[in-house]
């Protein structure tokens, strides 16, 4: 096989599976499972959803991961061969011998790279040969891997995550049609995808990458750490750039990506100051930039990036390229273990009232914005709160109501939500009127 192959056939010659090989068997095995821990010493443990682990038998005993099955991985990984050590080579291929006339073992590159930095981000595809009635089938998944030192010092941890196929189409993800709108109409500028950890931003920027790539010609450029997921040219073209692989930093992959002359440039994550203005800046310059950031809402999401930028040319240039935000949650289903249901709010910033209230900037003019929001002040322009799916989950008894009131960012559609499951039916609507979002629901429905 060759060294592009992380996890050899050995499961097919015979031998015992390699750690590689029971990543792979886990995640393939259970579409449910998105996780898998190993640490050195410690049972192999997958995860099924948040509070929900299982830890897999061996002949009804618990899998116990060794330091030697982890350095085996990680060679794969970086050197291309799982084994726990290499072998120094002359020009020729052949090991050079020690005076003992023994092999002389180097030290793989990625000790002193995880010695330094105490955690490696990887992803690959693992790949494996087996065999399905009779014939040999190649099985391959791209996971995205978590390396670092713990247990001071002494031992190492792994987490693998699944990355599965990429997304159909936003549809089919359950966002609204005034996301598809968005991306329809939008040529540069800045949108943001936030929310917090685990709500599936990069599979949302994934599907909008998808829509972009069937509907035109574009340069797309991605930045990400690590790179998730692969990206195949239907109309436009990719150049995919990992983080502390083939760049060193979001701002300097930035800049790099303006002498390509992108289209579209996608930041994995806003995570810094720098980071932000960087992003900002390529807006202004006439480019689409597609980023993700950790925020509960669309307003809080654009007080944030405020708060990266320290002056008031800055907030108006936000102002004028800040095309919209989609906030958004995945919530657990109030029966079905392992089904998770997404919450969503979209704020188009292409109206001027939305794009004055930025360029101030004060706690009252945002606070003002999401007000209007959240009472459907908008929904003529794309805009859409979390009131408009978050109520409709609870009403079907989808989600429950508590669950539900946690993602509300208002207190008083927190109330509402509660009430709902208190046999409150239809609470009473407040603020600016009746709301009413089903236009953006039912034209979903239409289209499905």
């Not at 002193?112 to 494996?128: A, E, F, G, M, Y």
């Not at 792994?158 to 598809?180: F, K, T």
């Not at 930041?267 to 992003?279: Q, V």
């Not at 249901?341 to 188009?348: D, I, K, T």
Request: aromatic share 4%.
């Amino acid at each position: 096989m060759t060294t592009d192959n992380l996890v050899e056939a050995s499961t097919a010659l015979g031998a015992a599976p390699t750690l590689g090989e029971r990543i792979l068997d886990l995640l393939l095995g259970d579409p449910n499972i998105t996780d898998v821990h190993c640490a050195t010493d410690e049972p192999l443990r997958a995860r099924r959803a948040s509070n929900d682990w299982v830890t897999p038998l061996e002949n009804a005993e618990q899998i116990i991961v060794t330091q030697e099955q982890i350095a085996a991985l990680i060679n794969g990984i970086y050197e291309g061969e799982e084994t726990p050590y290499l072998y120094e080579t002359d020009d020729g291929g052949h090991q050079v011998m020690d005076a003992q006339q023994h092999p002389k073992r180097r030290q793989p590159q990625w000790i002193p790279q995880l010695n330094s930095r105490k955690v490696l981000h990887p992803s690959k595809t693992l790949r494996d040969v087996r065999v399905v009635d009779g014939k040999e089938e190649i099985v391959s998944l791209r996971v995205r891997f978590t390396f670092q030192k713990q247990d001071m010092g002494d031992a190492i941890g792994v987490m693998a995550r699944a990355l599965r196929a990429l997304p159909g189409s936003i549809g089919e993800l359950g966002l609204p049609v005034q996301v598809e709108q968005l991306i329809e109409t939008a040529t540069a500028g800045l949108l943001i995808v936030t929310g917090p950890t685990g709500s599936g931003k990069s599979t949302t920027i994934a599907a909008i990458l998808q829509a972009i790539n069937k509907s035109r010609s574009s340069n797309i450029i991605t930045l990400e750490d690590p790179v998730e997921f692969e990206h195949t040219p239907i109309k436009s073209f990719f150049n995919q750039r990992e983080i502390g692989v083939d760049v060193e930093s979001f701002e300097a992959g930035v800049l790099d990506a303006m002498r390509f002359a992108p289209d579209i440039l996608v930041i994995g994550e806003i995570r810094t100051a720098e980071t932000m203005r960087a992003a900002l800046r390529a807006a202004e310059s006439g480019h689409l930039v597609l980023a993700s950031t950790h925020a509960g809402a669309a307003v809080s999401t654009i007080r944030k990036m405020l708060a990266y930028l320290d002056s008031a040319s800055d907030a108006i240039a936000l102002s004028n390229s800040l095309v919209g935000v989609i906030a958004q949650a995945l919530i657990p289903d109030a029966n079905a273990r392992n089904k998770k249901h997404l919450a969503y709010e979209v704020l188009a910033c292409n109206v001027q009232e939305v794009q004055t209230a930025i360029a101030d900037g004060s706690g009252d003019k945002l606070h003002g914005l999401e007000q209007k929001l959240r009472q459907g002040h908008f929904a003529r322009a794309l805009s859409l709160p979390f009131m408009a799916s978050l109520k409709p989950l609870v009403q079907e008894g989808k989600i429950l109501p508590a669950r539900a009131a946690a993602v509300a960012q208002d207190s008083t559609d927190r109330q509402e939500l509660l009430n709902l499951g208190r046999g409150g039916g239809q609470a009473a609507h407040h603020g600016g009127g009746a709301r009413d979002w089903s236009g953006g629901t039912m034209a979903r429905r239409a289209r499905v």
